[in-house]
């Protein structure tokens, strides 16, 4: 069984400001990041689709401790959102500092995937990578 979607087209399209899922042809649901089957009811029968990136704020943390090679990017949120077509995906949240993320800021909130960011792979990973960036939606 291959991959509809991989990692790195995935992560390629993220750095040129567009989010791919894929949409199950058997029960309608969508998986994002990519996997091999159906997030809901495990079938391989899947179809890329251009999300929109938007959604809203379920959960939040504020990051003190940044990954090895980062140290000059802390503190930073990173937030849990439901987008509009289902899944939850993690990214960042900018256009906010970190010491006003609280529940009453944010939980519920809408937000827009913004400018992607991209950083540079460390020795634990395969390279360059890049992960969603959400704003606080006006």
Do not use: H
Not at 22 to 37: E, F, N, Q
Not at 82 to 87: D, V
């Amino acid at each position: 069984m291959a991959y509809k979607l991989t990692y790195q087209e995935y992560s390629e399209a993220l750095k040129q400001q567009k989010l791919l899922g894929l949409k199950c042809r058997s029960c309608g649901a969508v998986t994002v990041p990519p996997k091999m089957v159906c997030r809901r009811c495990a079938s391989p029968e899947l179809e890329v689709v251009a999300l929109k990136g938007s959604g809203r704020i379920q959960t939040f943390t504020t990051c003190n401790v940044a990954p090895e090679g980062r140290e000059d990017e802390v503190p930073y949120i990173v937030v849990l959102v439901e987008l509009e077509e289902g899944p939850w995906l993690m990214g960042r949240l900018v256009g906010m500092a970190p010491e006003k993320a609280t529940m009453e800021a944010l939980i519920g909130k809408s937000v827009k995937m913004t400018k992607t960011g991209v950083f540079p792979g460390d020795k634990y990973s395969a390279g360059e990578g890049a992960s969603p960036t959400f704003m606080l939606a006006k």
